[in-house]
């Protein structure tokens, strides 16, 4: 490993010495442009003996000097994918560093119109924001403008697949009108498509539990609305159970929404984000009954 951060080290010496000397007139004038090729060579070389010995931010920083050094040659894609190498080397150490780096790349796919690798990114950076950052604010918008780019190149699945995320997350910050726009949406476009109607029956419990954690009156209408657009829905078992969780709040007992949700979690185990939206409601219940 020591070996390989030597050679980095050097790598690096020969790449300064290049530029070095592509600089002034005689420079300019005698291969300036190749020696800069070298250099970003160089560069990349340096990089990946950093990678090997494990030495993250000089991994990044020398793709960094790539990728800027192959700006300066006109040479966008290469710049952009030495972005994302870099974005990949500093994850391991500064994730707000990779995030600046995904961010560069991006700037450029999007310059060269190539929106579906520039959401692939967005992706990415949502990523880090959702699991290295904690920022849930932050990674709904990346999520959110990578969902704009798949939408706009028609690659609707990849699309709604970020919107989830988005739906998500807004609901974990209580931002739940966002969410069940997403989630009906997402829902009435499955119900058009054959090998997708199954799934709709999910995105619309989703839906209603966002409405049962706003207000009891909401979620039955909503689930008199979504029977009506979906007569699938009326028999599904998280119909039955969302009816008597809504029972259960309209009579303020909470034992009863709790053995409802334990019967319902004994055939078909719920998800860590409807325990927990559910736990909320659970709470208020509570709370009415203090008053």
Known sequence: MADQEQKAIQFVEEAEKKLKSSKGFFGSMFG??????????????????????KKWPGAGESFCRAAELQLQLGSKHEAATHYVDAGSAYKKSDPQE??????????????????????KH???????????????EKAISSYQQAA???????????????LLKVAQYAAQLERYDVALQIYEEIAMSCMDNALLK?????????????????DTLNCQQALQRYEELFPQFADARESKLLKSLVQACEDEDADVFTD??????????????????????????NQDDLK
């Open 32 to 53: 300036g442009s190749t020696k800069v090729e070298d250099a970003a060579e160089l560069f990349v070389r340096a990089a990946n003996a950093y990678k090997m010995a």
């Open 98 to 119: 990779a995030v600046n780096c995904l961010g560069k790349a991006i700037e450029i796919y999007t310059d060269m119109g190539r929106f579906t690798i520039a959401a």
């Open 122 to 136: 967005h992706v990415s950076i949502a990523e880090i924001y959702e699991n290295e950052l904690a920022d849930m």
């Open 148 to 162: 704009d780019y798949y939408k706009g190149e028609e690659s609707n699945a990849s699309g709604n697949k970020c």
């Open 198 to 214: 199954y799934s709709a029956k999910d995105h619309f419990f989703r839906a209603a539990v966002c409405h049962l954690c706003v």
């Open 260 to 285: 409802a949700i334990k019967e319902y979690d004994s055939i078909s185990r719920l998800d860590q984000w409807t325990t927990t939206m559910l736990l909320r409601v659970k709470k208020r219940i």
